[in-house]
């Protein structure tokens, strides 16, 4: 049963990627954390900080986070727009 997603999606924002896509819950230190769906790259990594300030794993699924970041467009090619 695969329980985690990790993929990169682009976000409007500007560059972060959306880590771990489904609602996870970690009984960590005694809380209990909800990444949320729309956890993003970031906030795993400042969270897997909490527990460990040299670390760069996600603390989900325990893959590398400090590889480069997804930014908009990278996902989905588009044609180009019509000149008018």
């Not at 409007?12 to 790259?41: N, P, S």
């Not at 040299?54 to 000149?83: E, F, I, K, L, Y």
Request: charged share 20%.
């Amino acid at each position: 049963m695969d329980r985690f997603l990790v993929n990169r999606y682009p976000l409007r924002d500007g560059g972060f990627q959306i880590h771990a896509q489904h609602c996870i819950r970690l009984g960590l230190c005694g809380e209990t954390l909800d990444l949320g769906f729309h956890a993003d790259a970031g906030s795993a990594l400042r969270l897997a900080r909490r527990i460990d300030p040299a670390t760069t794993a996600c603390p989900v699924c325990g893959s590398d986070m400090a590889g480069p970041v997804a930014r908009p467009g990278s996902a989905h090619r588009h044609a180009p727009r019509a000149g008018y």
